[in-house]
T-cell receptor, first 113, second 109 residues
């Protein structure tokens, strides 16, 4: 039972490159979300999903895309990376509501040069 | 958007001391959550509060849901070195969870 897994753990991109951050969970949770964490800014919600086939924007969605084709996976796509997207990215899941216990993955540290 | 206010950004205490931190908002919430993040890890839920006035404990941690539903408090008693980390308050509405900016706690042995 792996819980919430994220890959890669570290990534360096050049400005303009695209990439996908992977998030997978084996807890059969309906709610999945992506956050970015920057120093002094706390965790800010990028996108979230309340179930397979349903996604919506969070607080800072610009420059990111998501899809939810299965319950288990919730990938985050950076379309054209910018230095402002340098951050630590966390995926989180919960049983059904955003206020249920959120289980966070280990994070992906992304640097955009 | 909704904002949760936590201050100061950092706190430094001596091992064995008690520490209190609070979280305030201009909006009313039905749930208050407290998470802790240790270095290199994702946040972990410490305490969840679901009713105004509710006081809940988890070991040396005690949290309260403010009567006005616009604030919450977290107390840590008899601090130990492993209490170091970032403490976040969080709450949600309309399927979105909002986090405060967090308080970094340092404990001097």
């Amino acid at each position: 039972n792996a819980g919430v897994t994220q890959t890669p753990k570290f990534q360096v991109l050049k400005t303009g490159q695209s990439m996908t951050l992977q998030c997978a969970q084996d807890m059969n949770h309906e709610y999945m979300s992506w956050y970015r964490q920057d120093p002094g800014m706390g965790l800010r919600l990028i996108h979230y999903s309340v179930g397979a086939g349903i996604t919506d924007q969070g607080e800072v969605p610009n420059g990111y895309n998501v899809s939810r084709s299965t319950t288990e996976d919730f990938p985050l796509r950076l379309l054209s990376a910018a230095p402002s997207q340098t951050s630590v990215y966390f995926c989180a899941t919960s049983r059904g509501l955003s206020t249920d216990t959120q289980y966070f993955g280990p994070g992906t540290r992304l640097t955009v040069l | 958007g909704q904002q949760l206010n936590q201050s100061p950004q950092s706190m430094f205490i001596q091992e064995g001391e008690d520490v209190s931190m609070n979280c305030t908002s201009s909006s009313i919430f039905n749930t208050w959550l407290w998470y802790k993040q240790e270095p290199g890890e994702g946040p972990v839920l410490l305490i969840a509060l679901y009713k105004a006035g509710e006081l809940t404990s988890n070991g040396r941690l005690t949290a309260q849901f403010g009567i006005t539903r616009k604030d919450s408090f977290l107390n840590i008693s008899a601090s130990i070195p492993s209490d170091v980390g970032i403490y976040f308050c969080a709450s949600g509405a309309n399927s979105k969870l909002t986090f405060g900016k967090g308080i970094t706690l340092s404990v001097r042995p």
